[in-house]
C-alpha cells in the first residue's frame, strides 16, 4: 500500500522559511514525477514544485520560482521542498502526489496538473503572517 506522509509545515513570518518533507512508504522515488501543490479553501489546488526523479528534472510555478527549491534524497525515500522568503500567499495546505507510471515529464516541463498523479499525502499546514 502507498502511502506519502507530508511534513514541516507550520506558521511563521513572512520573510521566514520552511522545509517540508514528503516520506514515501510501499513507493520508490526512483524514476517517478513527484509533486508538491498547494490548496486554499474555495480555491482549486495549484502545483507549485514537481521533479522528476529520474534525472533530477524539476519544474516551479512563476509564483514560487526563485523561492522554493525541490529536491530528493532517494536514501531516504523522501522529497524536499524548501520554502524561503514565505510570503502571506503561501499560507496554504499543502501536499505531495506521486505517479504511477514511472514516466519522464514533458519538454518543456510548462505545467503541474493533479490529474497527473495517483497518489497524494495528506496535507501540512503552512502559514504565513505578515
Known amino acids: 500500500q502507498v502511502q506519502l506522509v507530508e511534513s514541516g509545515g507550520g506558521s511563521v513570518q513572512a520573510g521566514g522559511s520552511l522545509r517540508l518533507s514528503c516520506t514515501a512508504s510501499?513507493?520508490?522515488?526512483?524514476?517517478?514525477?513527484i509533486g508538491w501543490f498547494r490548496q486554499v479553501p474555495g480555491k482549486e489546488r495549484e502545483g507549485v514544485a514537481g521533479?522528476?526523479?529520474?534525472?533530477?528534472?524539476?519544474y516551479y510555478a512563476d509564483s514560487v520560482k526563485g523561492r522554493f527549491t525541490i529536491s530528493q534524497d532517494n536514501a531516504k525515500n523522501t522529497i524536499y521542498l524548501q520554502m524561503n522568503d514565505l510570503k502571506p500567499e503561501d499560507t496554504a495546505m499543502y501536499y505531495c502526489?506521486?505517479?504511477?507510471?514511472?514516466?519522464?515529464?514533458?519538454?518543456?516541463?510548462?505545467?503541474?496538473?493533479?490529474?497527473?498523479?495517483?497518489?497524494w499525502g495528506q496535507g501540512t499546514q503552512v502559514t504565513v503572517s505578515s
Open positions: 521533479i522528476w526523479t529520474g534525472g533530477d528534472v524539476t
Open positions: 510501499g513507493y520508490k522515488y526512483n524514476s517517478h514525477l
Open positions: 502526489a506521486g505517479d504511477r507510471t514511472p514516466l519522464p515529464p514533458p519538454h518543456p516541463w510548462k505545467t503541474l496538473s493533479s490529474s497527473d498523479f495517483d497518489y
